[in-house]
């Protein structure tokens, strides 16, 4: 069965920085894109970045040129690396995919003090 297991999360002072990671399983890695969203307190969940297979990249307004989405095919695995982090970068962190239907991590808290 499909599984994404998010990691990495945690608390950090603006301006740092932190590096997740979604492992992926029960499907074929290297043939589907990967998305992270992410969802505050009290607000919906909202894209954050996504990585094609051939590693073309998206990034929504807010994190672009903070934040760099890549794949690592060989490890099954997508990465988010966040710089420069501020306290409204703090929210639950999901991976994503869709892979016949939509298949969602568990998520990684991500804390950003100021």
């Known amino acids: 069965q499909v599984q994404l297991v998010e990691s990495g999360g945690g608390l950090v002072q603006s301006g740092g920085s932190l590096r997740l990671s979604c492992a992926g399983s029960g499907f074929p890695f290297n043939l589907y894109s990967m998305k992270w969203y992410r969802q505050a307190p009290g607000k919906e969940r909202e894209f954050v970045a996504a990585v094609s297979t051939g590693s073309s990249t998206v990034y929504a307004d807010s994190v672009k040129g903070r934040f760099t989405i890549s794949r690592d095919n060989a490890e099954n695995t997508v990465y988010l690396q966040m710089n420069a982090l501020k306290p409204e970068d703090t929210a639950v962190y999901y991976c994503?995919?869709?892979?016949?239907?939509?298949?969602w991590g568990q998520g990684t808290q991500v804390t950003v003090s100021s």
């Open positions: 994503h995919a869709v892979v016949g239907r939509s298949f």
